[in-house]
């Protein structure tokens, strides 16, 4: 199985700032990638698929890039509804594979 | 809009079985794909299983193959995930979701379904 390893586990930030999450795989996994958001209690929302393609809806400040094994997440300007658990992805092989997530945090 | 609307879950004792349902509106059920997923409490994602539009094609995780049974009803607009064996360790919260813009891409999930296996 492809094995996604996400850094940081978690993060503090403050409202305006520039975050970015990485994530790497243990193979190359070209670009089929997603970046996903869960608020607690929540079902995962879908931000970014294919490494670097914003999903429909979802504000520009937020960005993907990367392929073959290492990626980024990049919210820019971040929001107060930003504050959550970012999950990337990995659809190239079965079984699909996440990473362990990364909290962010005020 | 997409809407997915898991229903079925509950308390279930070791070794027994439960169906969960899925519920589609908002787009053609028929010609989507469609997954699910669980999250144990605290911790993170797990891809379960896979089906395709037609019923034709599935894909199992290890971790329930054998035990978990994918099916649909596109005449109903539904999805199912038959759970059988069950353990402590499946209880988790349950999720479908479509696959979407791009083959393994689930775009739109369901707001869960919670499941507890206990005795």
């Known amino acids: 199985d492809i094995q996604m390893t996400q850094s940081p586990s978690s993060l503090s930030a403050s409202v305006g700032d520039t975050i970015t999450i990485t994530c790497r795989a243990s193979q190359s996994i070209s670009s089929s990638l997603n970046w996903y958001q869960q608020k607690p209690g929540k079902a995962p929302n879908l931000l970014i698929y294919a490494a670097s393609t914003l999903h429909s809806g979802v504000p520009s400040r937020f960005s993907g890039s990367g392929s073959g094994t290492d990626f980024t997440l990049t919210i820019s300007s971040l929001q107060a509804e930003d504050f959550a658990t970012y999950y990337c992805h990995q659809y190239y092989i079965r079984p699909w594979t996440f990473g362990q997530g990364t909290k962010v945090e005020i | 809009q997409v809407q997915l609307v898991e229903s079925g879950g509950g308390v279930v004792q070791p070794g027994r079985s439960l169906r969960l349902s899925c519920a589609a509106s908002g787009f053609t059920f028929r010609t989507n794909a469609m997954h699910w997923f669980r999250q144990a409490p605290g911790k993170g994602l797990e891809w379960l299983t896979f089906?395709?539009?037609?019923?034709?094609?599935?894909y199992f995780a290890d971790s329930v193959k054998g035990r978990f049974t994918i099916s649909r009803d596109n005449s109903k607009d539904t999805l199912y995930l038959h759970m059988d064996t069950m353990k402590l360790e499946d209880t988790a919260v349950y999720y479908c979701?479509?696959?979407?813009?791009?083959?393994?891409?689930?775009?739109?999930w369901g707001q869960g379904t919670l499941v507890s296996v206990s005795s």
């Open positions: 089906i395709s539009y037609d019923g034709n094609h599935k």
């Open positions: 979701a479509r696959d979407g813009v791009v083959f393994g891409v689930a775009d739109y």
